[in-house]
């Protein structure tokens, strides 16, 4: 599509993506409600506009922008005046083209039918959620009573009655964003409203091609690219070029799998033979420098990224679409994506060309990584969903850290309505089970009943964070728990480390990485993001999720962390989690613990989940909802919390 945008346009395209992702890098380390604030230019050469950083010159080759201009437009991006900046680019963008030719037009429709086609065909119907939410309901219930104990039996009872009439109500407009106006004034953009949903689909499709293209300058420097496949850094800046454009994230993904289909088709190509379509100049100078042409020319190296599309339920759809995306890539044509419906078609082609991916084609399911050292007996990833093998250009992986059986690591995450390829992993269930088991016969033991009935629980959780001494009824039974939770907490340390290098590895398949984790599972995942930090493997995970982390505030590298994860960052807590401090007491306490208070560093969200926490085991069926509330769909902190409520996202 770089034929349907002029030299002015794509300027424009290249100088708001620059913006968006000198804004992404800031928003790493500065509070959200400064979004659009003025900020000095930095001659730090690891900003992610700078020339050396391999994130957005050959965006500006790729968009075949004058190099003349990119200096000025990198210092463009580290403007104070970045607002208005972008209502300008903004308005460049909505101009009508001078002399648009026909085939332009043709082409900029094409593509706008064929991603709103499979934005329908990604989309999960109401109907669909609906059946996944009501299973989820009767989990929830089920292990409610099974496992939940309060600060009293009759004000357990209470809770659940007024929980279940809440699971009861579809999400309304009682539930709001607890964004400040301030924020929402600052994302909202009126110039955006001139741009048509054409122009804007052919701008993010452009970028995003730009973002996986293998386009070296003359010079064939390889170093300009810092990761190969898609940074997560360029897809957290399309997330708010997105917010900008006031378009829905959907669409985006929808573009994804678009060019998905689009680099399978390619591959399918294999003998190099064009469409006699592709006389046109303009086509051949972009299939030489664009992502076909990169893949074509590589040997399809740039397929890892995919994941493997070519798979039975999304066949139907590429067959469709085959005439349309023919129009819009003519450098393929309807003949190469019929053949990508075809081998999607089988089981048998799917194989073979996940098997022409190499290892990462084949994701992540399956994979079984605990061979690889010795401290760690169990380490497997399951697939959850049915997103695997569609061309998702997005990888999410889920990590329990509080279960009871082998069920559990699956369980909590199912049903989720989000886009992404999921895997939950499953690690170390013989230490998980066995610690998890002791905290719950621990709270149902006769001592640990009776403090609650007189209510001692949140005064020993103060105690805790107060770092005094434990009540003397609490030492015998801790120090139970103890052994078993210490070795747990090992093992979290180093499944980190191994997750960080399944990551850096590619095994996901140099895909953008969502990392989301409750209990020693966040603590995990926390680990993994300081492996990252050490060994500076940035541009692998862009959102990041920590529920009731039992990591200590002081003394542990948050800042470092929070510095590989290219967007948001969240750490939920739960003020009522005295499971979780006992378990977790001693001298770190004293430092502070994330999954019972914010943590006070600039870039991380901190939302309070009191309100549907209501124990540790909580989160085994909690969890769907917090992530629903926060909606990480959004670039912005959101956390929907009911109207009656007046207490936000700090």
């Not at 064929?114 to 609906?130: C, D, F, K, R």
């Not at 279940?164 to 909202?188: F, I, L, N, Y």
């Not at 893949?295 to 067959?319: F, H, N, Y």
Request: with cysteine; hydrophobic share 40%.
């Amino acid at each position: 599509m770089s034929a349907t945008l002029i030299q002015t346009k794509k300027r424009a395209a290249g100088a708001l993506f620059a913006l968006a992702l000198n804004q992404v890098q800031i928003h790493q380390t500065r509070p959200l409600g400064s979004s659009i604030a003025a900020d000095s230019f930095s001659s730090d050469r690891r900003l992610w506009v700078h020339e050396s950083s391999g994130l957005l010159r050959p965006i500006f080759r790729y968009l075949d922008i004058d190099s003349a201009h990119w200096t000025d437009l990198e210092t463009t991006a580290t403007s104070s005046y970045v607002k208005n900046h972008v209502g300008s680019f903004l308005r460049v963008l909505a101009e009508e083209n001078d002399g648009t030719s026909t085939k332009v037009e043709e082409q900029e429709l094409a593509l706008f039918k064929a991603v709103e086609a499979m934005e329908s065909n990604i989309g999960t119907s109401q109907e669909y959620y609906e059946r996944k939410k009501e299973k989820h309901r009767v989990y929830a219930h089920e292990w409610r009573e099974k496992f939940l104990v309060n600060e009293s039996v009759a004000e357990t009872k209470k809770h659940l009655q007024k929980k279940e009439e809440k699971d009861c109500k579809p999400p309304g407009p009682e539930q709001v964003p607890t964004a400040s106006t301030r924020e929402v004034e600052e994302k909202t953009f009126e110039e955006a409203k001139m741009i048509g949903n054409r122009r804007k689909v052919a701008v993010l499709y452009e970028l995003l091609s730009a973002c996986l293209a293998d386009t070296p300058g003359n010079d064939h420097n390889k170093s300009e690219r810092s990761l190969d496949g898609y940074d997560a850094r360029h897809r957290a800046a399309l997330r708010l070029l997105t917010s900008w454009f006031d378009i829905k994230w959907i669409k985006m993904e929808a573009i994804e799998v678009v060019i998905s289909c689009s680099v399978m088709a390619v591959l399918k190509q294999g003998d190099g033979k064009e469409n006699e379509c592709t006389s046109d100049d303009s086509w051949e100078k972009w299939k030489r420098g664009g992502l076909i042409g990169a893949a074509a020319i590589t040997g399809g190296t740039l397929m890892a990224i995919t994941g493997g599309l070519a798979a039975p339920a999304i066949a139907s759809g590429v067959s469709a679409l085959a005439p349309t995306l023919g129009t819009v890539m003519p450098v393929i044509g309807a003949g190469g994506f019929a053949a990508v419906a075809s081998a999607a078609g089988s089981v048998a082609g799917s194989v073979a060309v996940a098997a022409s991916f190499g290892a990462a084609g084949a994701g992540l399911s399956g994979a079984k990584m605990a061979r690889r050292t010795g401290s760690v007996d169990e380490f497997e990833f399951k697939a959850i969903g049915e997103n695997q093998n569609q061309g998702r250009l997005a990888v999410e992986i889920l990590v329990a850290g509080f279960v009871f059986e082998e069920e559990d690591y699956v369980r909590p995450w199912e049903g989720q309505n989000d886009n992404m390829e999921r895997y939950a992993l499953q690690w170390e269930s013989k230490h998980l089970i066995a610690v998890s088991t002791a905290i719950q016969d621990w709270l149902t033991s006769r001592i640990a009943m009776e403090m609650m009935k007189q209510g001692a629980m949140m005064t020993v959780l103060s105690s805790l964070l107060s770092a005094l001494a434990l009540p003397a009824a609490l030492l015998t039974v801790t120090d139970i728990i103890d052994s078993k939770w210490s070795i747990a907490v090992d093992r979290s340390d180093k499944a980190g480390k191994l997750l960080a290098e399944v990551l850096v590895n590619g095994l996901q398949g140099n895909r953008p990485v969502t990392l989301v984790g409750f209990s020693l599972g966040a603590r995990a995942i926390f680990k993994c993001l300081e492996n990252l930090a050490e060994t500076g493997h940035v541009g692998i995970v862009e959102r990041d999720v920590l529920l009731g982390a039992p990591v200590a505030i002081r003394d542990e590298k948050w800042e470092a962390a929070r510095k590989v994860v290219s967007g948001r960052m969240i750490n939920a807590y739960s003020t009522n989690d005295w499971t979780l401090g006992v378990a977790f007491r001693a001298s770190l306490l004293s430092q502070g613990l994330a999954g019972i208070q914010p943590v006070d560093v600039p870039g991380i969200e901190n939302v309070d989940v009191t309100e549907v926490i209501e124990g540790h085991s909580s989160y085994l069926w909690a969890t769907r909802e917090i992530l629903d509330r926060l909606d990480l769909d959004a670039y912005y902190p959101v956390f929907k919390i009911s109207h009656t409520k007046t207490q936000g996202t700090t």
